[in-house]
C-alpha cells in the first residue's frame, strides 16, 4: 500500500533561512507526488506537483522539490524564509490503485519562520 | 471563477441535530471528495465521488452521509451529530486528469456541544 511520511511535525527556522520540510513515500509504481499549503484558517492550496517529467519541481513563492526516487523522497525546500511562509504544508501522494484519485497524505509539518 | 465554495463556514450544533454541509464547484470536475481535519491527525477522507450520481465510503464514514445529485455539488449530512464530530471539514475537487491536484473550499469549522 502506499504512504507518505513527513520527518519532524513542526520545524522552526530563522527568516533568511533554508527551509527544507522532508517527505518520503511508499509506491510500488512511479508515483504523482505533490506538496500543498495550507495558512492559518484556509484551505490547502497547491504547492508543487510531480508528475514524471522534470525531477526538479518549482512551484510558487519560491518553493522547490526534488524527487529522487533512488531515496524515495520528495522533499520541499526553500532558500531563504520569509515570515509568510509560516504555515502547515502537506505532502501527498496519488493512490494507484482505482479509478478515484485518491490522495494519500502525510500527516503535514507545521513551519514557523522566525524574524 | 470562484472555484470551490463550502457553505457554512462556521457552524455550533448540539448533540443529537443534523445538519448539512454544502460543497459547490465551478470547474466542471468530476471527482469530489469531503475531509475532516483534526489536530495531528492530518486529513482523512470521509467520502467521495467519481462522478455525478456516485458516491463511495472513505476512510471514516461513519455517521456521515453524502449525496451527488447534480454534478457540480457534493452535499455532507451529520443525521445524528456527536462531540466526536467537532472538526474542520474540507471539500475538495479535481478533473479527470491523473495529473491534477485537488482544488480545496476554504474549510467548515463545525463544533458539536
Known amino acids: 500500500a502506499q504512504s507518505v511520511t513527513q520527518l519532524g511535525s513542526h520545524v522552526s527556522v530563522s527568516e533568511g533561512a533554508l527551509v527544507l520540510l522532508r517527505c518520503n513515500y511508499s509506491s510500488s509504481v512511479p508515483p504523482y507526488l505533490f506538496w500543498y499549503v495550507q495558512y492559518p484558517n484556509q484551505g490547502l492550496q497547491l504547492l508543487l506537483k510531480?508528475?514524471?517529467?522534470a525531477t526538479l519541481v518549482k512551484g510558487i513563492n519560491g518553493f522547490e522539490a526534488e524527487f529522487k526516487k533512488s531515496e524515495t523522497s520528495f522533499h520541499l525546500t526553500k532558500p531563504s524564509a520569509h515570515m509568510s511562509d509560516a504555515a502547515e504544508y502537506f505532502c501527498a501522494v496519488r493512490a494507484n490503485a482505482g479509478n478515484n484519485r485518491k490522495l494519500i497524505w502525510g500527516l503535514g509539518t507545521s513551519l514557523a519562520v522566525n524574524p | 471563477n470562484a472555484g470551490v465554495t463550502q457553505t457554512p463556514k462556521f457552524r455550533v450544533l448540539k448533540t443529537g441535530q443534523s445538519m448539512t454541509l454544502l460543497c459547490a464547484q465551478d470547474?466542471?470536475?468530476?471527482?469530489m471528495y469531503w475531509y475532516r481535519q483534526d489536530p495531528g491527525m492530518g486529513l482523512r477522507l470521509i467520502h467521495y465521488s467519481v462522478g455525478e450520481g456516485t458516491t463511495a465510503k472513505g476512510e471514516v464514514p461513519d455517521g456521515y452521509n453524502v449525496s451527488r445529485l447534480k454534478k457540480q455539488n457534493f452535499l455532507l449530512g451529520l443525521e445524528s451529530a456527536a462531540p466526536s464530530q467537532t472538526s474542520v471539514y474540507f471539500c475538495?475537487?479535481?478533473?479527470?486528469?491523473?495529473?491534477?491536484?485537488?482544488?480545496f473550499g476554504s474549510g467548515t469549522r463545525l463544533t458539536v456541544v
Open positions: 510531480y508528475t514524471s517529467a
Open positions: 475538495a475537487s479535481t478533473p479527470p486528469g491523473t495529473r491534477d491536484g485537488y482544488t
Open positions: 470547474m466542471n470536475h468530476e471527482y
